[in-house]
């Protein structure tokens, strides 16, 4: 298929975007979007954002996000100038309200490329123009092991100002056709503490069984960092067993969990504060069982 890039092995078939191809909106990093996995076997795994023919953003599958709430340099952004946004590129901001990541901006995208493809690795870059206010040069690298995905993400700041910002895999999954509701459970290493949630969880330790869905979405906030310098998590379809194993090879600042019936989004935000000339290397590995 035009624009997407497979990467396969004897346990999974990876479809992946390229940059500006499939997804060209401004709120979604555009490097290394994983639209579908597929096992060999046939069970897929990814889902998309917006039910059928309701709004949304065009998040799909394995997304990345820059900045959620509070891209860099926005708040200092006076309408009709530019602010970054990691990912993506330049933005105009052209309203006096708050930043608002379900809208998009007029957008001057940064130059991303595919760096290289085989049969099981991608790499993907994204460079902004070295030492203006605000550049950066990101590395995105995909690859497959047996029966599980790495994602690897360098970030260097090549401007003259610090980039503070955060960023967090959307992890738009399904298991299959099996719809989203109390049958799916997600395990996590730490006690949960919700500080926030839309819907009615049944939370047990490290154990969150999601609720009834109707066509309302649920949200669950848990807004302290674990101990822990690394996190695995499970999310398994209980009845079949099938499910994913996730690594967040960095300790998160926060998780989130996000639904509906068709998706469900584990979501880990790593904190990242870059001074000019500074780079940050972190992780995610994902085994499909």
Not at 39 to 47: M, V
Not at 235 to 251: A, I, K, Q, T, Y
Request: net charge negative; hydrophobic share 35%; with cysteine.
């Amino acid at each position: 298929m035009a624009g997407m890039i497979v990467l396969e092995n004897d346990w999974l078939s990876v479809s992946v975007a390229e940059p500006g191809e499939v997804y060209r909106r401004t709120r979604f990093d555009w490097t290394g979007i994983c639209t579908q996995i597929r096992s060999a076997g046939g069970l897929t795994y990814l889902s998309q954002e917006a039910a059928p023919g309701a709004p949304g953003t065009e998040g799909v599958g394995l997304t990345w996000e820059f900045g959620l709430m509070r891209p860099v340099g926005y708040e200092a952004a006076e309408p009709g100038t530019s602010f970054p946004k990691l990912g993506v590129g330049l933005l105009e901001r052209d309203t006096p309200e708050p930043y608002n990541f379900m809208r998009d901006y007029p957008c001057r995208p940064a130059h991303s490329t595919v760096e290289k493809v085989s049969g099981q690795e991608a790499i993907f870059r994204q460079d902004t123009e070295p030492g203006g206010e605000y550049a950066w040069s990101l590395r995105r690298r995909l690859f497959l092991q047996d029966d599980s995905l790495t994602q690897e993400t360098l970030l260097e700041n090549r401007g003259r100002q610090p980039l503070h910002t955060d960023e967090y895999g959307h992890n738009f999954l399904r298991i299959g056709d099996y719809p989203v509701g109390p049958d799916y459970e997600l395990q996590l290493p730490f006690d949960v503490s919700l500080s926030h949630e839309v819907g009615r969880f049944e939370v047990s330790g490290g154990r969150i069984r999601v609720p009834n869905v109707g066509d309302e979405c649920f949200y669950a906030l848990h807004d302290r960092p674990p101990v822990s310098e690394r996190t695995a998590w499970r999310l398994l379809h209980v009845p079949s067993g099938h499910g994913v194993e996730g690594s967040e090879l960095f300790r998160p600042a926060r998780f989130a969990l996000w639904g509906m019936r068709h998706v469900i989004s584990p979501e880990f935000f790593i904190e990242l504060w870059l001074q000019p000339g500074e780079r940050r290397t972190w992780s995610r590995r994902y085994r499909f069982f």
